[in-house]
């Protein structure tokens, strides 16, 4: 598919999903909640990003907040939104998302697989697609270097980490692995997402300056951490007038 097409879908993707919100928002404004109401004095967003080491419990602290603050969270469903879009299969765009791919890889997988999507339009669709949510507000984004490109007066960028054999034990139990294997697959990860992060934003992933909180959930319970970026949330934003 040609990559003009693609970009319609997608932007046909956002209008869709920008008329939901707008839809919730005149509903909260009118009805009971006080909550969506208090960051709207913001010309954008809010939004809170999450750049996760593997195993620190960032998926569970997001649910959490997207329950708490009746926000939408976005993570593989971003994947699944330009596959469904673009007709490409989503475990063709699984190799490449959050991943490096070189020039002579792009060119094989094109020459393979006849539906390859090659790398940089993935990347260019994919920041669409983020900064858009992202300026539509109330979202919370999992991963993709969100916080490194979107204005972060906005919003909030979290960094969940972890001691590594903290979280080798957690994906132990999650996935049901060995403890070797599950060492091995977040080390993998570890340096699968550095290294990303290093290609397309030329960025270190643990700068810790590209992040305006950084927690350690090693000993936090997953509502005390999520609580603590709520309150980080409502710090930040709430200066802003």
């Known amino acids: 598919m040609a990559p003009e097409k693609i970009g319609s879908h997608i932007e046909q993707l956002i209008?869709?999903?920008?008329?939901?919100?707008?839809?919730?928002?005149r509903l909260a404004e009118e009805g009971a909640k006080a909550g969506p109401r208090e960051f709207a004095h913001l010309p954008e967003g809010p939004w809170i990003s999450f750049s996760k080491q593997l195993g620190s419990d960032a998926i569970r602290m997001a649910r959490f907040l997207g329950d708490k603050l009746d926000w939408q969270i976005f993570d593989k469903e971003i994947v699944e939104a330009i596959a469904r879009e673009t007709h490409t299969r989503h475990q063709v765009l699984s190799r490449i998302d959050e991943k490096v791919v070189g020039r002579f890889e792009d060119l094989l997988n094109s020459l393979l697989v006849p539906e390859h999507l090659d790398h940089l339009t993935y990347l260019r669709e994919m920041g669409k697609v983020i900064w858009a949510l992202a300026r539509q507000g109330r979202v919370i984004l999992l991963g993709r270097g969100a916080n490194w490109f979107l204005d972060s007066r906005y919003g909030l960028r979290v960094r969940t980490v972890a001691p590594f054999e903290t979280r080798a034990q957690r994906i132990a139990e999650r996935d049901g692995l060995a403890l070797k294997d599950a060492e091995r697959k977040v080390r993998a990860t570890?340096?699968?997402?550095?290294?990303?992060?290093?290609?397309?934003?030329h960025r270190d992933i643990d700068d810790p300056l590209g992040y305006d909180l950084v927690v350690n959930t090693e000993l936090l319970g997953v509502e005390p951490a999520a609580e603590a970026v709520h309150t980080a949330l409502r710090s930040k934003l709430r200066g802003l007038r």
Do not use: G
């Open 190 to 201: 570890d340096a699968a997402r550095a290294a990303f992060i290093r290609q397309v934003y």
């Open 15 to 25: 209008h869709r999903q920008m008329q939901e919100w707008d839809l919730k928002r």
